[in-house]
């Protein structure tokens, strides 16, 4: 496979080009048209990637930290978004998933609008776009499906908000949940960008897992406002009615989990669960739901905090404390 290093030295045109070579090399039939290359997969998951940089001058002198973990040009490296080109090939190589490699996002992704005004429909469960700053965030922009961004969040993801990318086109357009994952760069669109080589590895083999894990589909829905504004296409609020019930992706504590309160180990004497983040929570079997247990922490016999596992959990519905006293119409102590 190509060097990093070349990719990032490339023009857009140039890597376009090497690219519908690249996927035709694996097998793919690409459809290259002004604006975009796409390539069909077999497995049904959606890759995205943007071509562009916004620097000017090609990365000529590349640096490189003495561990090698960290990567920066005097002319700007442009890691947004060759590193996700870079991180879809390495996936692509063991997983064949669908791709879409946009033009011009950088410019109010003329990309992604000819790929809609195209017309190619895609027949996906999600989409995962590689084209955001940093190593752990998930960004879903208007797209509000929970038991996705649970699903997402499972592979230890944490949702941030974003402004705009080209799964603000593509999601809509297709009917079909998408998130943006960090792709191991910093500062980007400034000079001193920097990618972090470890961030990026670490998440092509997040992503790997996560899409060789089997789903339904995950259709798009617009997420609504219910109090706030939006500053371009970055929600600024977004307050839920009081009152409304919510559903997480729970999982059991299983048999030997120690279990700290307040700093103090306790042995429950009904079911405990906890979430994707590591919160704990209280079953209650006559409601079917639990409520959030606050100051507690979930350890494995060793004293490690316990890690979470999306084959192991299941969708429950969520209650505050006042919620589940008045369903049960009593008093109770936790």
């Not at 469960?125 to 700053?133: G, K, P, S």
Request: proline share 3%; hydrophobic share 35%.
């Amino acid at each position: 496979m190509i060097r990093f290093d070349d990719i990032l030295r490339m023009r857009q045109k140039e890597l376009k080009h090497y690219l519908a070579g690249h996927l035709k090399k694996l097998g793919y039939e690409t459809v290259k048209k002004k604006g975009f290359l796409y390539a069909e997969g077999t497995v049904p998951v959606l890759l995205v990637a943007h071509l562009d940089t916004v620097h000017n001058e090609l990365p000529h002198i590349i640096c490189r930290s003495e561990d090698g973990r960290y990567i920066m040009s005097p002319q700007g490296i442009g890691g947004d978004d060759r590193c996700g080109v870079y991180m879809i090939l390495q996936i692509i190589s063991e997983v064949r998933c669908h791709v879409l490699f946009c033009e011009d996002e950088e410019t109010g992704g003329q990309g992604a609008k000819a790929f809609e005004r195209s017309g190619i429909q895609i027949d996906v469960n999600y989409i995962v776009e590689v084209d955001r700053r940093g190593n752990n965030d998930a960004v879903f922009y208007n797209c509000d499906n929970p038991k996705f961004s649970e699903f997402v969040c499972s592979f230890g993801f944490r949702e941030a908000m974003g402004s705009f990318s080209d799964i603000s086109v593509v999601a809509p357009y297709l009917k079909t949940a998408a998130v943006n994952i960090s792709a191991g760069y910093y500062n980007e669109h400034r000079l001193h960008e920097v990618i972090d080589w470890s961030a990026m590895q670490n998440n092509v083999e997040r992503i790997k897992q996560m899409v060789q894990t089997e789903t339904g589909k995950y259709p798009y829905r617009k997420r609504k406002l219910y109090a706030g504004s939006y500053f371009g296409q970055q929600t600024l609020f977004d307050i839920e009615p009081a009152g409304r019930d919510k559903e997480k992706l729970l999982m059991e504590l299983p048999e030997g989990t120690r279990l700290m309160m307040n700093g103090c180990e306790v042995t429950p004497s009904f079911p405990y669960l906890m979430d994707n983040e590591g919160n704990v929570y209280a079953g209650i079997q006559e409601l079917d739901a639990a409520v959030l247990s606050e100051n507690s922490i979930a350890c494995d016999e060793n004293g490690e905090l316990l890690s979470f596992s999306v084959f192991d959990a299941k969708r429950m519905k969520v209650l505050s404390m006042e919620s589940a006293m008045e369903q049960l119409g009593m008093d109770i102590g936790w």
